[in-house]
């Protein structure tokens, strides 16, 4: 039978052969199979190569699970009751070793005496001098014709042990999957269309289901493992850009048709520096995106210090000089106030209304600047995300950017979207690098550009790692820097379940650091976040005027704040960070024109992972370096705001591994929905109906389409 409209796949689990209602119970809690599909692909973490035979001679300690070929001798029964064992001896032309069985015996006894050669499968052990073998599995070659699947690799499944207590272990799984192959091997439908199985010279999907469980050879398991990936991996990238196609016919966005006056003057008059290339690039994307009359949805990546905000502010600009309204959002209360009075000291020439509005500014203040923004009379608005949660009424938004918040996702982004008519373009900054291959998944709705330069003069900052022993120098290079003019930060890590530990550990700190700094001479202070905002600003304030010569804190600079003149930036307790964080604690110097310092402070014992990640920020400043590495250590699911992500629960594809084939995908991806939007041409038909399946079960993503 092969009826595709029949969906054979979805029966339920208990109607396989050797399931029932108690298996199929254990099978649905434990490892969530519901269905025939769900145990199809449930793939095994490895297999055992049962290939390659070996002799007694090659055996050595410590090796795997080996096939032997050769003949059984010597059976002997031996020990009472429980203790009843059946051993024999096994010899090839190079040796013997013993084997022994617990259970079974009966059966073993008779198998051993109808014939007298045999393979055998185990993993050998020294015992008493002499190589041995519990319970090897006693192999027919005959026995291959009537199997439906190769035997020759022995697929190991994960199982719990609330599984294996109920006899599904590994080998009980791999005997259902053999059920299972016999049962659905030609009701699998292809998801692709032929011709695309052909051209790509992919496994048709039935066979590349059969060899990811019970491999034929090497080259057929690596081709079934390409096969699936691809799978994974294109109908995600079509997904996604079908999502994105949807919200551009659906929204039409403002069109910034000219670059006016303000553009223009801030260029010539208020900027202090040329653009880098990779500005302009960026600035060149986005206006072609403002100029063309859809939405703009784009997120913008760059690394510390490579000048995002001047970005933001020209698009801002652009907004001002078509006749709209703009407003900025920042992740604190900090950040925004440090934007504020940049762009608005920046602004200052062209006569431009910029305000500031956040959970703190006062009713009164607060009731003047909603009336003013509502009239139209306010040309940037920058603030805090409590911008778009507020009843906060703008006569015509035009763009929204939003700072340092890679978190910024699908959900709030359709929140702006619903707020008018014509949803405001939006641009996204953010300085925690996402390796390419995320970015085009995560965020595979959203255009990404790229800042992939830094301005000219930087000097790369220097990252040293120190111990506790290495105390006294490291005071002693603090003070030569603060002689030379400098400043420095001292951050100690947040950790959130005792954050009156952590305060101690800075008290502790400060208390350590004015004795070697004692004032007059020296002025320490420091933020952390029981603080009231006053005192935080006030403190923060004096820092960036220079009043102030040692900041330490907790991680609540970690984000963009931005004082050129400190230097030097100690980090205790390093190996607490994750890498992410580190790199960005370490953007905060390295911004004027001086040379920089990073120190990392840690114990001497730590883990190893710890010192992988601190010796990996004393190899590099690139922060897509960073991004990359710490994806390899950790995985995608861990990274920061990933974790929720549903778009990242592959079964088989590794975002870390397969970037070649994530890039490739998506291209494709890109190439058919460019030829055939609707996917209507006969030669697309199976990918659409694909899709509509898997779309009919994105509920998630419902919401914005
Ligand atoms: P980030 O991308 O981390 O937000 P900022 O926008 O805060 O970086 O920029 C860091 C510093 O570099 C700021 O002091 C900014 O004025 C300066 N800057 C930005 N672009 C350039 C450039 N092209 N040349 C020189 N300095 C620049
Ligand atoms: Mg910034």
Known sequence: MNNESVDYLGTPIEFLKGVGDKRGAVLRKEFGINTFRDLLYYFPYRHIDKSHVYKVSDI????????LRGTIGNLRFAGQNRARRLTATFSDDTGTLDLVWFNGLKWVEDTLRSRHEFVIF?????FNNRWNMTHPELIDPSQQQDSPVSLRFQPLYNTSETAKKKSLDSKAVSRLMVNLLTAVKDNIPETLPLEMVKDLNLLPLRV?????????????????????KFDELFFTQMRLLKMKLINTNKFKGHVFAHVGDKFNRFYRECLPFDLTGAQKRVLREIRADVGGGRQMNRLLQGDVGSGKTVIALFSMLLANDNGFQACMMAPTEILATQHFEKISRQLAPLNLRVEFLSGSTKAAARKKILAALKDGEIDILIGTHALIEDPVVFKNLGIVVIDEQHRFGVEQRAKLWRKSTTPPHILVMTATPIPRTLAMTLYGDLDVSVIDELPKGRKPIITRHFYEKDRLKVLG???QQIDLGRQIYVVYPLIQESESLDLLDLQAGFDAITQSFPSPAYSVAMVHGKQKNEDKDFTMSRFKNGEIQILLSTTVIEVGIDVPNASVMVIENAERFGLSQLHQLRGRVGRGAEQSYCILMSKYEISTEGRKRLDAMVETNDG???????LRLRGPGDLQGTRQSGMLDFK?????????????????????????????????RRIAETLAKQMQKDTDWSVIS
Not at 60 to 67: F, K, Q, R, T
């Open 60 to 67: 050595v300690s410590d090796g795997g699970y080996i096939l």
């Open 122 to 126: 185990g993993k050998p052990t020294l």
């Open 208 to 228: 590349a289901l059969v060899n990811i469980h019970f491999p034929e050879d090497n080259l057929k398991l690596s081709k079934a493992n390409l096969r699936l």
């Open 477 to 479: 290079f603090m003070k």
């Open 624 to 630: 897509f370096e960073i991004a990359n590495f710490d």
């Open 652 to 684: 088989i594809a590794d975002l870390a591994k397969d970037e070649k084939l994530v890039v490739y995908t998506r291209n494709l991806a890109q190439q058919i929905l460019e030829k055939d939007p609707g996917l209507s041409l006969p030669e697309h």
